[in-house]
């Protein structure tokens, strides 16, 4: 199959990955993809939302062939309906792949040409950003001190370390404590860096 051209925004829950994804989903020749969206989007009266709405009120993560046939029947409905154009268009993937097992499960479909890394190093300040985003989006089992603390080490244990399975030349660190719109700014020199590396390739 052909793959999609992606690029991942990677980093602590909190970090600020929706917000950036939003941001340059924006943009023509972008297509944002937030896993979390996906997976809320199943109804929570059938079986399998209630099931991934437990994975989700405890802290946990959903299993990684779940997520991933659900992501891909999700692009796939997309390219259908039109808002997602793998001619013209980047994946911009936010929540996955997860952990190395989802990395190598989306191999066959995906095409990394960057992996910007948000790095945060206070955990106070994820953890005041992730109770704002539950309040504002009403969703307070996320609220909770000691799911957002199972988050934060699922992510320092089973997905930080998926940075090295991808090339170092890919990754590209970015201070998400600074302002959104510098953090923006230096996503975007990334990804122009990396259309004049293939422009000349």
């Not at 999609?4 to 602590?12: D, E, K, R």
């Not at 972008?30 to 969206?37: E, L, Q």
């Not at 005041?128 to 009403?138: D, I, K, Q, V």
Request: with cysteine; charged share 20%; proline share 5%.
């Amino acid at each position: 199959m052909k793959k999609y051209n992606a690029y991942i925004l990677f980093g602590a829950p909190g970090c600020g990955k929706g917000t950036q994804g939003r941001a340059l989903g924006t943009l023509p020749g972008f297509f944002h993809c937030a896993c979390g969206d996906v997976i809320r989007s199943i109804s929570p009266g059938t079986p399998l939302g209630e099931k991934l709405a437990g994975y989700s009120s405890r802290g946990e993560l959903v299993p990684d062939e779940i997520t991933i046939e659900l992501w891909k029947t999700y692009i796939v409905q997309c390219v259908q309906a039109g808002s997602f154009n793998p001619e013209a268009d980047r994946l911009l993937l936010d929540g996955i792949p997860r952990n190395t097992s989802q990395a190598r499960l989306l191999e066959d479909a995906i095409h990394v040409e960057g992996v910007f890394h948000l790095q945060c190093d206070n955990r106070f300040e994820l953890v005041t950003r992730l109770r704002r985003r539950a309040t504002r989006e009403s969703r307070l089992d996320d609220a909770k001190e000691e799911v957002i603390l199972r988050r934060l080490e699922i992510f320092e244990t089973t997905t930080q370390p998926l940075l090295e399975f991808y090339q170092p030349s890919v990754v590209h660190s970015i201070n998400s404590q600074q302002c959104p719109t510098k953090v923006l700014y230096e996503i975007l020199g990334h990804v122009q860096n990396s259309f004049n590396v293939q422009l000349s390739s």
